[in-house]
C-alpha cells in the first residue's frame, strides 16, 4: 500500500493522532468475564469496596483498545510489529470513557545487522474525554525499510 510508512519516512518528534471508541460497563464485564475476572471488573457494587471505587476496565481491556486505535491511525508498513514495551495505567478506564490515543516517535535507528528494516520507539499515551492520560505505552517497533526500484 502506498499510504504505508516504512521506516525511511519517519523521523523524531513525528506525531500521530487517533480516532475514538467509546467503552461501556458491558463491554467491559464482557472482556473481564473472559480475560480478567476480578471484582473490580465484573460487579459495581463488588468494585465500590476496592482501591477502584468503582468499576473500572481491565489495563489489558485498555491496552487491546489501543492496539486498535494504533492499527487504525499508525500506518506503518508490514505493520505494527513489537520489539519489547513498557506500560503503565496511571488511572483506571471507567464506563462511559471515551478513549483517543496521540503517538510520538522518540528514536529512530537503523538496524546495523538487517539492512532491510530499522527499529523505533513510538510513546503512546491514551487518554479519556477529559484529557485524563490512562496508559502510556513505549514500544519497540521493527519497521521494514523501503525497498530502492530497479
Do not use: C
Not at 535507528?109 to 520507539?121: K, M
Amino acid at each position: 500500500m502506498s499510504d504505508r510508512l516504512y521506516f525511511d519516512d519517519l523521523s523524531v518528534g513525528q506525531r500521530f493522532q487517533s480516532g475514538s471508541t467509546t467503552l461501556d460497563a458491558a463491554a467491559i464485564k464482557d472482556f473481564a468475564a473472559t480475560y480478567d475476572p476480578q471484582p473490580f471488573h465484573l460487579d459495581e457494587e463488588a468494585a465500590r469496596d476496592t482501591l477502584f471505587g468503582g468499576l473500572a476496565a481491565s489495563g489489558w481491556q485498555t491496552a487491546a483498545l489501543t492496539m486498535r486505535l494504533l492499527v487504525e491511525s499508525v500506518p506503518l508498513a508490514g505493520g505494527i510489529v513489537g520489539a519489547g514495551n513498557e506500560i503503565s495505567w496511571p488511572r483506571p478506564t471507567r464506563p462511559g470513557d471515551v478513549l483517543t490515543v496521540v503517538s510520538e516517535v522518540m528514536e529512530v535507528t537503523p538496524s546495523v545487522s538487517r539492512p532491510d528494516r530499522g527499529r523505533i520507539v513510538v510513546r503512546s499515551e491514551t487518554s479519556n474525554q477529559n484529557g485524563e492520560v490512562v496508559q502510556v505505552l513505549t514500544a519497540r517497533l521493527i519497521v521494514p525499510r523501503r525497498v530502492a526500484s530497479t
